[in-house]
């Protein structure tokens, strides 16, 4: 049972990047899925996330109408398609899934139970 987080990098501010959370021994269907984030020095942040179903998704205020969570359940992988990247949004990216009845507005890392390595974004301005 595994997740892997990928498609991190360096970009210029106001730029966009699309990270992609590939599960292996289970399927996401069903699952919830979140995406989380920690920058230097800051405790984890709840970024997004996805219900078991597809049918709801979830945004932190900070990224709400910037980023995008989709799921592609055939590939057994989630995105999370980020725009007009800042500075702010420098961190390690975490992808987490969790059971399909985890509230998706309680970002709350004791609730997701399976948790990928992380992906690094780096924004420049």
């Known amino acids: 049972v595994q997740l892997q987080a990928s498609g991190g990098g360096l970009v210029q501010a106001g730029g966009s990047l699309r990270l992609s959370c590939t599960a292996s021994?289970?399927?996401?269907?069903?699952?919830?899925v979140g995406w989380f984030r920690q920058a230097p020095g800051k405790g984890r942040e709840g970024v997004s996330a996805?219900?078991?179903?597809?049918?709801?998704?979830f945004y932190a205020d900070s990224v709400l109408g910037r980023f995008t969570m989709s799921r592609d359940i055939a590939k057994n992988m989630v995105y999370l398609q980020m725009n007009n990247l800042g500075p702010e949004d420098t961190a390690v990216y975490y992808c987490?899934?969790?059971?399909?009845?985890?509230?998706?507005?309680?970002?709350?890392?004791?609730?997701?139970?399976?948790w990928g390595q992380g992906t690094q974004v780096t924004v420049s301005s």
């Open positions: 987490s899934a969790g059971a399909n009845y985890v509230p998706l507005s309680v970002m709350v890392e004791g609730l997701y139970d399976i």
């Open positions: 021994g289970f399927s996401l269907d069903g699952h919830a």
């Open positions: 996805i219900s078991g179903s597809g049918g709801r998704t």
